[in-house]
């Protein structure tokens, strides 16, 4: 049981260098990622109303997520449980990600914060964020 305690301390130590070089990452606008600890390939769409954020985080139950939106910010987390394996059990391989996880992006738009929803279906996590349709004009005198 000692080999598996090892290979978790050895894991959250990739996850945190993992962490550290995705903070250096510069994404365009409008939307700016900034961690991960557990892969999370994301897509990201618009259309005239809506922001499309879509993740794949299989393995992850409803439950263990969490969606949370401040100052612009939209983040997603939570937590990938290890799986029960018997002492006896001798791991030839290791290559999921286990543990806890952060996503978090930027968004530069006005939207409908209290109208955001989410959707967790065979491991894709589909998250909507209406646009607000209250835009505030400034004209320039001259």
Known sequence: M???????????????????????????????????????????????HMIYIILEIPGVAEKDISLTYNKRYITISGKKEFPEVSADDKVLRMERSYGTFTRSFMINEDIEENSISATLKEGVLVIEVPKSSHKTEIKIEA
Do not use: C, G, H, V
């Open 2 to 48: 000692n080999s598996w305690k090892r290979l978790r301390e050895l894991m959250a130590i990739q996850n945190k260098l993992s962490q550290l070089f995705n903070d250096q990452e510069e994404l365009a606008y409008p939307l700016k990622p900034l961690e991960s600890s557990i892969a999370m390939p994301t897509d990201i769409a618009e259309d005239a």
